[in-house]
């Protein structure tokens, strides 16, 4: 039996989608409860799907990318969303 290469291509996005720990967080008491040495992967995950939606749709890149960490830190330091945060960015703000 032949092999089709959009299967085995599907297949191997389905195993990377079901790794991401992004798919793992409902709430920010998720991202207070991961392992410190996840936040780096879990970044990436954030920065994978922003590439992946607004390469589709279109938007402002840049300025998501730089603000990736800093938006895990603030969950992971504040007690979200009881503590809010006001970020100046009128409608170019997606993390």
Do not use: C, W
Request: glycine content about 6%; hydrophobic content about 35%.
């Amino acid at each position: 039996m032949k092999s089709n290469s959009s299967d085995s291509s599907q297949t191997s996005e389905a195993t990377a989608t079901a790794s991401r720990l992004l798919d793992r967080i409902q709430s920010p008491a998720d991202i207070k409860a991961m392992r410190e040495q996840d936040l780096p992967q879990l970044a990436q995950d954030v920065r994978e799907e922003l590439i992946g939606v607004l390469s589709q749709t279109g938007g402002h890149l840049g300025p998501n990318l730089g603000v990736v960490e800093l938006t895990i830190a603030l969950h992971r330091v504040f007690n979200t969303p009881h503590d809010r945060f006001v970020m100046d960015v009128s409608h170019q703000g997606y993390v």
